[in-house]
């Protein structure tokens, strides 16, 4: 029952997700580090704020122990960038978080990283898979974390200041203390508020935080910063004139911004504002990638700087890898999540929200201004992100009709092409695209459009989503 999707594995807590699986997954992938002789690295593991997190942690420390294998502990709760970080710096070659990021509360996992701190790809977790499917329960190695502790097999750290020096390294400081500004945290229950408070108390902000007290429920609401989800934080923005309200999600490695103005700033407008800021502010050049549900209005920007734009499937593995081959500047997914070149090879919402401050900072527009400026300049994309529910005799339906099968709405607009590159995306004429694919983390599938009007946009999922019948 143990299946790897575009986040990690993630499972119900006490179904699935279990000491006993999260025993297997761990002596599965002790076997395979040996296998391949990387098991004298160590491995580094990190939790973050959910229920049976630090729990989960201690049981994967406790079979790597027992394997010989060197655990470097990461003893506070962690985001998950600080953990990819730390995987890339102590030059380890396996690392894992435990969390289920942005899933319900109901949720945990695990996330495994590899060398340079980056998402294991597909072909990692199928090794991991296999591995897992030769473990006999009986034979999975333990040993009491103690016992690890007073064997030096186990190691607590503390990277945190590192991690936070890295970043104040990467951003202009001096412009963010000059600008004086507000800012309201909103970690909605997670793990970010002491990076993103110290990061930015140090270059001289005035920061206030709500939802930072530990509540495994994450107060009831979906762990995931959205325009419905960060309401409240939306609210005090306006009310107390904040300069940018931030939320991030569960283990922070995405983010949601409201501006000054209350306006929710959709992730793929992050995007768009700091790959512009990055070209014609800082002067940095590069390509950029995304993946295939995000915005191509980052084509048209790269297209302008005579630069590329790279289309990859959904998960950040792809984007990262995509990133390292062509040396690409930026790179992130309408999700929320993202990195610049020279930062970890994984999103990173602390080091995203730390970058966009500096944008306000040094241009002195808000984010609303910036946004008319550049869609003045390549013009207006609109956007529409639908997900609907699915049984398992549906899944069954709609991947025969769409993958098997491969039927289409009859578009009134001309088609230019159709991908089938990770589920279905068709691309039309005028510039529009609709895609339909399975969620690799939740049970839904997933329509995205985007069009040169709202009206249009809507309409063209609908249109799938009657076509499918659901």
């Not at 000491?19 to 076997?31: E, G, M, S």
């Not at 060398?115 to 977790?125: F, L």
């Not at 159709?418 to 695209?433: A, E, H, P, T």
Request: proline residues 3%.
């Amino acid at each position: 029952m143990i299946k790897f999707g575009t986040g990690g594995w993630r499972a119900l807590i006490g179904e699935d997700f279990t000491k006993a699986n999260v025993q297997i997954l761990t002596q599965a992938l002790a076997i395979l580090m040996k296998e391949q002789k990387v098991d004298d690295k160590g491995f580094v593991v990190g939790y973050d704020r959910r229920f049976l997190s630090d729990k989960a942690a201690g049981w994967m420390a406790e079979v790597m122990a027992a394997n010989g294998i060197t655990v470097h502990f990461i003893k506070k709760t962690a985001p998950t960038p600080l953990v990819m970080f730390t995987v890339n710096r102590m030059q380890v070659k396996y690392g894992a978080s435990v969390t289920a990021s942005h899933n319900p509360a109901d949720y945990n996992g695990i996330k495994i990283f590899t060398s340079g701190g980056r998402d294991a790809d597909e072909k990692v977790t199928s090794l991991i898979e296999e591995k897992i499917s030769q473990v006999n329960p009986e034979n999975i190695k333990y040993m009491d974390f103690d016992e690890g502790l007073n064997k030096g097999l186990i190691k607590i750290i503390d990277p945190f200041n590192s991690y936070i020096d890295t970043i104040l390294s990467m951003i202009d400081t001096e412009a963010i203390k000059n600008a004086n500004l507000k800012i309201l945290l909103d970690p909605m229950f997670g793990v970010s508020k002491t990076s993103l408070s110290t990061i930015l108390i140090t270059a001289r902000c005035e920061v206030d935080t709500i939802n930072d007290r530990h509540d495994t429920l994450f107060g009831g609401r979906l762990p995931s910063p959205s325009s419905h989800t960060l309401q409240r934080l939306r609210e005090m923005v306006l009310e107390r004139k904040y300069d940018l309200g931030i939320g991030t999600d569960g283990d922070a490695d995405r983010i949601g911004i409201i501006d000054n103005n209350g306006r929710f700033i959709h992730p793929n407008e992050i995007l768009v504002l700091l790959y512009y800021y990055l070209l014609k502010y800082k002067g940095w050049k590069g390509g950029v990638v995304r993946n295939l549900a995000t915005t191509h209005l980052l084509d048209r920007i790269a297209h302008a700087f005579g630069e590329e734009c790279y289309e990859v499937p959904v998960g950040f593995k792809h984007i990262s890898s995509k990133m390292e081959e062509k040396n690409a500047l930026l790179g992130g997914e309408s999700s929320g999540g993202l990195t610049i070149r020279g930062h970890i090879k994984g999103k990173d919402g602390i080091f995203a929200a730390s970058l966009l401050i500096e944008l306000i900072s040094k241009t002195g527009k808000s984010l609303s201004d910036l946004l008319t400026d550049i869609k003045d300049e390549f013009g207006y994309l609109y956007t529409n992100e639908s997900d609907f529910k699915f049984s398992a005799r549906d899944k069954a339906r709609l991947t025969d009709k769409l993958f098997k099968q491969k039927e289409i709405p009859p578009y009134i607009y001309e088609i230019d092409r159709v991908s089938y590159m990770d589920g279905l995306k068709i691309y039309f004429k005028n510039g529009g695209w609709v895609t339909a694919r399975f969620s690799g983390t939740e049970p839904l599938l997933r329509i995205f459009s985007e069009m040169g009007t709202q009206q249009e946009a809507d309409a063209v999922v609908e249109q799938m989503k009657n076509f499918l019948q659901i």
